[in-house]
């Protein structure tokens, strides 16, 4: 596979596993997990085939190691990033850092000042430790706006937070008190 092979595999395996399983007629288990045998056969049979060491390679060099496999490797999931709302990712909520960051784009930042931020289509908020990450996030909607999120007081008002495997910060929704442009 070349790079350019490797990311169209990769975001198409990332819409089987975060968003639409039935395109590939593929089951996920309350948690996420498909069946790696099943997810390389339903693959194929429509007309998507992947190999097991192509999936390996997908998974292993993935830039933000969006996969995992299970522990014995017959299962794998996506880390985050799910619209799926009967998924349960079983994550424990966890001490986040003193802040974290949301990157947006310009156009959206009257409204969530306003509003707050919201999950979207997703199950939960998307943030990070750092403003590189979050920058790159803004970028992917326009003009990148960096928005700071108090998680210490947000944490002391109750609300929890989860990493994902792949060290991105979740929560359900953020007050638009606790949120200040960089
Ligand atoms: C915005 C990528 C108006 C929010 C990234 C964002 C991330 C509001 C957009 C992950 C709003 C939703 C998630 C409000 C939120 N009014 N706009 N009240 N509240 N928004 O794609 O955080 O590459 O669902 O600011 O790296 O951009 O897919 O969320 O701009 O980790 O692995 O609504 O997706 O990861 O967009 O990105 P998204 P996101 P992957």
Redesign the pocket.
């Known amino acids: 596979m070349n790079e350019k092979e490797k990311i169209r595999k990769g975001k198409f395996l ?1 819409l089987i596993l975060r968003h639409q399983p039935e395109t590939i007629g593929l089951s996920l288990d309350e948690a996420g997990w498909a069946s790696v045998d099943e997810l390389l056969s339903q693959l194929a049979a429509h007309k998507k085939p992947l190999t097991r060491a192509e999936l390996d390679e997908i998974v292993l060099t993935n830039d ?1 190691q ?1 996969y995992s496999f299970s522990v014995d490797g017959k299962q794998i999931r996506a880390n ?2 799910h619209s799926l709302k009967t998924i349960e990712l079983g994550l424990e909520p966890m001490q986040p850092p003193e802040v974290l960051y ?4 310009s156009r ?1 930042v009257h ?2 000042l ?9 199950q939960h ?2 943030l ?1 430790k750092d403003t590189e ?1 979050a920058t ?3 970028m ?2 326009g003009m990148p706006i960096i928005l700071l999120v108090d998680a210490q007081q947000m944490q002391a008002d109750g609300y929890l937070f989860y990493c994902s495997a792949n060290h ?1 910060w979740l929560t359900e929704k953020v007050p638009a008190k606790y949120l200040k442009i960089v």
């Open positions: 990332s933000k969006r985050q990033g949301h990157g947006t784009a959206f409204s969530i306003k509003q707050g931020l919201k999950a979207q289509s997703r908020v998307h990070s990450t790159k996030v803004g992917r909607h991105v």
